[in-house]
């Protein structure tokens, strides 16, 4: 994965040309009946807020609370043009509903989700492109 340019690994069925996220969950597309039907793809790394919203509580089990007391975070939906498909995902750190807007520019980048003594577990995230945010 590259720090500085990551993108979503994404699928592309070969006949159909429809595009997955994850590369194999995406339902029953009648022209991609094989898994091997869809090739790998790297995803847009830019997108236009489609819609948001705040977690102002902690997420169910699997997710991991990192600071006590908890810190609410904003969840964009995320319409990439090429695909025609939204993918919803956090916004860094320091983004606050009210800097938020529907049509905003974001981009794919890479955060810390937690960490431990040997590890640092990252996550991807949605950024605001300079200038877009409110």
């Known amino acids: 994965m590259d720090p500085t340019a990551p993108s979503l690994i994404g699928g592309k069925g070969r006949t159909s040309g429809s595009y997955y996220f994850p590369k194999n969950l995406g ?3 009648p022209a991609c009946i094989q898994d091997d039907d869809r090739e790998e793809i790297l995803l847009s790394r830019f997108g236009k807020v ?15 609370i990192t600071e006590e007391p908890f810190r ?11 695909e025609e498909m939204v993918i919803c995902g956090q916004m860094m750190p320091g983004v606050e509903v009210a800097d938020m ?3 905003m520019e974001v981009e794919l980048t890479l955060d810390v989700l ?8 990252m996550v991807w995230k949605w950024d605001p492109i300079n200038g877009s945010a409110k």
């Open 114 to 121: 937690y960490e431990d003594d040997q590890n640092q577990y």
């Open 72 to 82: 609410p975070f904003v969840i964009a939906a995320v319409h990439l043009e090429k």
């Open 101 to 103: 807007d529907v049509g």
């Open 27 to 29: 339902g029953n597309d």
């Open 50 to 64: 489609w819609s948001y919203t705040s977690a102002d509580y902690p997420p169910a089990l699997p997710y991991i």
